[in-house]
């Protein structure tokens, strides 16, 4: 790490660096050729969780003493930015495994924490967060979904929506109701397996982008699970829901980051290449000023995302600014920058003969999912630096 009191840029390290360069050979190698066909047949990538589960790259988060990498924030944030640079589908893989198993990293209890980060870090199992629902999205505090004590267990009733991965994800953080009477300081978060009884799953979502992860409601009926599932102690889920979104919002913004890397990086190819008027595009100011504002555009994300990094790395108390900030305007900028790069390929651009209308497409989930960005500008305001 290195800064000052006053300018906190994180630096990425040599290993950083290598890390970089040996998950983009992956991601070019084993992920970017079935991505237009994931897409287009809106299928899960499973080419792309064998090659990460093979070399290590799934869940780089959990710790060294669970059997996993024991990644650093920004080792996190290269891993996902790189996969998401050719496909955005595949890097939901090693971004939703932090979400759905950071509460239990960050509230749960050694036992808890043996028992599902180890067979996550070995990539037998894969993990979701399960804290939306049809009538509480923004408003997450207004959940409906409750649980009830019955004795040594919790029986859990009522349907999540907007679950990534879900179906496939073995494991669930799951946010429920314990007393109705106290609202946010009412709600727990358990751990709910797949192979539960009463546990179920809707049909997946037919989404604008991202088809390769599904999107999809889980339905809890009746579940009855041990007590010692519960992550922390009760009502104190919601305050954990709020703390994982803080870190796990920088890696929305790895997603965004990637993204637009992939998409100016085809553009430039491109625009090399493409002769009008008798010489390639790139030569003209115009094509060239639009270059540039996506460059500049990208970078400045990239700074403030690996400063964001650091701070989740550290625990900084800004942390829920930075994580908010980062997020907002690296997505912002991959939507801005993704859409230009559709313009600069002109009607070529607009087919999906060519990558970059999926990445147009795939960018705009990065504005909308872990907060929007309206609701994250409001948790800048009441969090101001």
């Known amino acids: ?57 799934h869940a780089v988060h959990v710790p060294e003493s669970y059997g996993g990498a024991g990644a650093d924030a920004l080792a996190t944030v290269i891993v996902i930015e790189e996969v998401a640079r050719v496909c955005v589908s595949s890097s939901l893989i090693p971004a939703v495994n932090k979400l759905g198993s950071l509460p239990v990293i960050l509230s749960g209890s050694e036992d808890l924490k043996k028992r599902y980060l180890s067979p996550l870090a070995k990539g037998d199992a894969m993990f979701s967060y399960a804290l939306s629902e049809p009538d509480a999205g923004s408003d997450a505090a207004g959940m409906k979904t409750r649980a009830v004590r019955d004795g040594d267990s919790y029986v859990l009733n009522g349907v999540k929506r907007w679950i990534t991965n879900a179906g496939v994800s073995d494991y669930y953080t799951v946010m429920a109701v314990t007393d109705p009477t106290k609202r946010s300081k009412g709600i727990s978060a358990f751990v709910v397996e797949k192979a539960d009884e009463g546990v179920s799953f809707g049909a997946p ?18 579940v009855r699970i041990p007590a010692d599932r519960m992550i922390g102690e009760e009502g104190t889920g919601f305050a954990t829901a709020m703390k994982t979104l803080d870190h796990t919002r920088i890696t929305i913004a790895a997603q965004a980051l990637g993204v637009a890397q992939g998409a100016l990086d085809y553009a430039k190819g491109y625009v090399q290449e493409r002769k009008q008027f008798g010489k390639a595009i790139a030569d003209f100011q115009g094509i060239q000023f639009m270059l540039a504002d996506m460059a ?5 994300a990239r700074q403030l995302t690996y400063a964001a990094a650091a701070k989740s790395e550290r625990g900084d108390k800004d942390l829920t600014f930075q994580g908010a900030a980062a997020k907002c305007f690296a997505s912002d ?14 009607g070529y651009g607009y087919t999906r003969d060519y990558p970059v209308e999926r990445m147009m497409r795939d960018a705009k989930i990065t504005q909308i999912y872990e907060g929007t960005n309206q609701v994250q500008r409001i948790v800048m305001a009441r969090n101001l630096p």
């Open 1 to 57: 790490m290195a800064g000052s009191a006053d300018f906190d840029l994180y630096r990425p390290s040599e290993e950083h660096d290598m890390l970089r360069d040996a998950i983009r050979a992956l991601a070019e190698a084993k992920i970017a050729p079935y991505a237009a066909a994931v897409d287009e047949e809106a299928r899960f990538p499973q080419e792309a969780l064998d090659a990460l589960v093979a070399n290590d790259l």
């Open 205 to 222: 979502e037919k989404k604008l982008g991202i088809k390769g992860s599904p999107t999809r409601e889980v339905y809890l009926d009746n």
């Open 296 to 300: 500049m555009k990208i970078e400045a």
């Open 333 to 346: 900028v991959a939507m801005e920058v993704t859409t230009d790069a559709v313009q600069l390929l002109g």
